[in-house]
């Protein structure tokens, strides 16, 4: 089956921890995003690559790194600097960002907390 | 800037009242309109995609229509498990916007 997985489901921060939150998909889309969802907000870009080797910051970048060294990851690390961390992290891909065909499929979901 | 407004925020209704959801938006260059599904603690699942003013698709007893300026999803008789959160999201020139949801109560 083609999909995304996160892991792990759950997650739990220390103060002054730098935490990895992981996103795999088997779609062979070349693009791939991170969304953090608070309640009562809309989902906001985080971090997104288009290709191999290359991102770009969205929205809310600051206190987040990525790196994307295989078409099928995508790997959020969530750092000290980020202050306020507690959310739900989606991430999500695409056949193509700049095709025009760009409905994005989510992942489960990863759920942050903060000890 | 691109902007996406949902309401309600909730919706309460019994099972077999039909209802509509709101989604206006302001783009620039709308590229796609999209649906997606949420259920409690679980990622969106996707419903639909509207790309111009008049199009409309149909999945069970959900209706999406587009206009110019918003977007409606038409629950016909819903069901129980159609409870959920729904998510409008515009693509412009840059990204997707999300609106910040309606959440849907059908009770039996």
């Known amino acids: 089956d083609g999909g995304i997985t996160q892991s792990p489901k759950y997650l739990f921060r220390k103060e002054g921890q730098n935490v990895t939150l992981s996103c795999e998909q088997n779609l062979n889309h070349d693009a791939m995003y991170w969304y953090r969802q608070d309640p009562g907000q809309g989902l906001r870009l985080i971090y997104y690559?288009?290709?191999?080797?290359?991102?770009q910051k969205g929205d809310i970048a600051e206190g987040y790194s990525v790196s994307r060294e295989k078409k099928e990851s995508f790997p959020l690390t969530v750092t000290s600097a980020q202050k306020n961390p507690t959310a739900f992290y989606l991430c999500?891909?695409?056949?193509?960002?700049?095709?025009?065909?760009?409905?994005?499929?989510f992942g489960p979901g990863t759920r942050l907390l903060v000890l | 800037e691109d902007q996406v407004t949902q309401s309600p925020e909730a919706l309460r209704l019994q099972e077999g009242e039909s209802s509509s959801l709101n989604c206006s938006y302001t783009?620039?260059?709308?590229?796609?309109l999209f649906w997606y599904r949420q259920d409690p603690g679980k990622g969106p699942e996707f419903l639909f995609t509207?790309?111009?003013a008049g199009e409309e698709k149909e999945k069970e007893r959900l209706k999406a229509t587009l206009t110019k300026k918003e977007s409606f999803l038409h629950i016909t008789a819903p069901k129980p498990e159609d409870s959920a959160t729904y998510l409008c999201a515009v693509q412009g020139a840059q990204k997707l916007v999300f609106g910040q949801g309606t959440r849907l109560t059908i009770n039996p």
């Open positions: 999500a891909s695409s056949i193509d960002r700049e095709g025009g065909q760009e409905t994005q499929y």
């Open positions: 509207l790309y111009s």
């Open positions: 690559s288009q290709i191999v080797n290359d991102f």
């Open positions: 783009v620039s260059g709308l590229r796609g």
